[in-house]
């Protein structure tokens, strides 16, 4: 991966120096203080400065290659949003990509977090998506859980959901949070804990 080195008196020089000829602003670049040195007449620090250009392009090679170890041909699409970068997969085959309840898929985002994390630090979120999987994903849950919902204020029955992960039981809980009628609990253990969408008491 490309990275440039600059050295000044201080670290504000020394990152204007990078900003000024990378002609970048500082939201798209990782700076890593690599030395600094402080003597009685003399101070020195060297800075370390990924642009996020350089980390998209890390990612997609990565992510490349690990596809191509799953024989899956795909197209990229990467975009930065603040603090975040979001990384949706095209491929020719999405179910071997995604996996039962995205399990394969959440598999994919937490490796491709850990390599980001070592590589680069925790500047920036990545999420990684199949085709908006996790998009189509959320509304249904968001639907089914205002279904349900529906459903127990009617027939005054608490119903018990699929086994979630714990970003999915959030998506439920948020969803219901200010519902009338019912609340919601989360239940079991880990991987198999699931929300119950339960009847409030004064209803």
């Known amino acids: 991966m490309k990275k440039y080195f600059y050295e000044a008196k201080s670290y504000e020089d020394a990152k204007n120096k990078a900003l000024a000829e990378l002609k970048i602003d500082e939201d798209n670049i990782i700076i890593n203080i690599l030395e600094e040195k402080q ?77 980001t994390l070592k590589e680069f630090g925790e500047k920036y979120r990545v999420t990684v998506d199949v085709e908006n999987y996790k998009e189509h994903r959320i509304t249904n849950i968001e639907r089914t859980a205002r279904k349900i919902a529906r459903e127990v204020a009617r027939t005054k029955v608490e119903a018990k959901l699929e086994t979630m992960n714990s970003y999915e039981r959030r998506i439920v809980h948020n969803t219901l949070s200010n519902n009338k009628y019912v609340y919601t609990e989360s239940i079991g253990e880990e991987p198999n804990r699931y929300v119950v969408i339960k009847l409030k008491e004064e209803n």
């Open 39 to 115: 003597g009685i007449l003399k101070k020195n620090i060297k800075l370390e400065v990924i642009t996020i250009n350089d980390i998209i392009s890390f990612l997609k090679e990565t992510i490349s290659q690990i596809l191509n170890l799953m024989n899956i041909e795909a197209n990229l699409e990467i975009r930065k949003r603040e603090k975040n970068i979001e990384i949706n997969i095209f491929s020719n085959n999405n179910s071997i990509l995604i996996g039962k309840e995205g399990k394969t898929l959440d598999s994919l985002q937490n490796i491709i977090r850990q390599i």
